[in-house]
């Protein structure tokens, strides 16, 4: 089996994204819990490519320090001076010059481009093209730049104020991103110049230059929404949009039920298990799996959280990262679990908060329980085993440990640990006072009450 050629990409994330209205940049702009940026970085390297350039503005430390997080083998450079895409794409000179057998250069604000059309790009490339240039149909083509087409080869790239009338008529339009053959495309960018009113220059002038040398230039078609490039907050909530129906429509192939999905909410990474059921209004953050057969009732909140097969989380719960949920437990309306560990079928049902506790099987844990993890500097832990009971209204100060089957009486505020099948009751004897009542009032007879 021959070895695919080794694939460079260049990822431009120069973009000042003015129009955002942010102190962000605008390719660390989120869409569906990740940032744009690592949606292309991601995407890329699924779709094969080897090594990574990213070129960012002036002075983005953040950028940069995002990329190594997310690719620590990525080369990243800086384009100081605003001057066109292929400008930008040679401030990688350095990672062009090393060579490659294929070279992607993509852009960090076009989060919704699937791996499969990088690929596709690629693939283009091995059948014989110089240059690839990914392009869509619009449904409105004014402002874009349209591919024109002979012969099943493109011949090519015509800027709207620069077509006739007829090539205005075309539909088919550049979505910018394009892969280019190793071995030419060093020269080809090195040849681009910039004899244009804004004297910039641009990566599209590489498709008549390849025609000019003879070489092969193609068109790979991509869906309009997919290759939605994003400059302000409205296109920022259209590619959420986009995105969200993509992963709840995966989800439910792959046989989860949605109730309502259009307000279901999922991060890139949700993993939902077959047979899992998400009522309406949940929202998952990064982070998150559910294992099969599990219920996510209406209006819950979950981030970097697992979700045990046949549990039941909700209604308006909230776990919270760290929150561990195992097979057949109950967490119910009102909870919030954080740092926890919750075993197999214990029932933590309502008005409750567990933060750094363990919770044995088959516990249960009444109404208004929480643990007291926080001192004001350190967190400390809890420990319930299994079978045990906690009365409603308890408060269980950490570090405690409640045992095997141990039962905790109602309104008790536990500071020191309970031996295994005990009894705890740590609250004020209750005292009554025969007639008191009568006579208190009858003291106040007569006078005007207060407004509460």
């Known amino acids: 089996m021959t070895k695919a050629p080794d694939c460079l990409a260049v990822v431009l994330a120069a973009g000042e994204g003015t129009r955002m209205k942010s102190a962000r940049p605008k390719v660390l702009h989120a869409v569906a819990g990740r940032s744009m940026l690592a949606h292309v970085l991601a995407g890329v390297m699924e779709a094969g490519a080897d090594r990574l350039a990213v070129v960012v503005g002036p002075d983005r430390a953040d950028v940069s320090a995002e990329v190594l997080r997310l690719a620590p083998q990525a080369r990243v450079f800086e384009q100081r001076d605003r001057l066109g895409t292929a400008h930008a794409a040679l401030r990688a000179r350095e990672a062009l010059a090393d060579g490659c057998g294929e070279l992607l250069v993509v852009f960090a604000d076009t989060p919704l481009i699937r791996p499969q059309t990088y690929a596709a790009l690629r693939k283009a490339l091995q059948e014989g093209a110089t240059v690839a240039v990914l392009g869509f149909e619009a449904r409105d083509p004014t402002g874009y730049g ?109 046989g989860v039920t949605m109730i309502a999905p259009q307000t279901t909410f999922m991060s890139f990474d949700t993993q939902l298990a077959r047979d899992v059921v998400i009522e309406p209004h949940v929202f998952f953050g990064p982070g998150v799996r559910v294992d099969e057969g599990a219920v996510i009732h209406a209006s819950s909140h979950l981030e970097q959280a697992h979700v045990g097969a046949g549990a039941s989380v909700g209604p308006f719960a909230r776990l919270r990262p760290g929150a561990q949920i195992g097979a057949k437990a109950k967490i119910g309306n009102f909870v919030e679990i954080k740092a926890s560990d919750i075993g197999e079928g214990a029932a933590v049902s309502h008005l409750t908060y567990l933060g750094d506790a363990t919770v044995g099987a088959r516990a249960n844990i009444g109404a208004g329980t929480i643990t007291c993890n926080y001192d004001g500097f350190d967190k400390f832990r809890t420990h319930i085993g299994a079978g045990a009971f906690i009365g409603s209204n308890s408060a269980l100060v950490a570090p405690v440990t409640i045992g095997d089957g141990a039962y905790v009486g109602s309104g008790s505020v536990v500071t020191q640990s309970v031996a295994p099948d005990s009894l705890a009751i740590a609250r004020g004897r209750q005292v009554e006072k025969p007639g008191w009542a009568f006579e208190f009032r009858e003291s106040h007879a007569g006078k005007p009450k207060v407004r509460p």
């Open 146 to 254: 349209r591919l024109l087409r002979e012969g099943g080869e493109l011949v090519a790239i015509r800027e709207q104020k620069d077509a006739s009338e007829a090539e205005r008529a075309v539909t088919l339009c550049n979505a910018g991103v394009m892969a280019i053959a190793g071995a030419q495309a060093l020269a080809l960018l090195e040849l681009v110049g910039n004899d244009n009113a804004q004297k910039e220059f641009y990566l599209t002038d590489v498709v008549a230059l390849a025609r000019a040398a003879g070489q092969k230039a193609v068109v790979v078609l991509a869906p309009e929404d997919e290759v939605m490039g994003v400059n302000d907050r409205v296109q920022l909530a259209a590619a959420e949009t986009a995105m969200q129906t993509r992963l709840r429509e995966a989800a439910m192939r792959a």
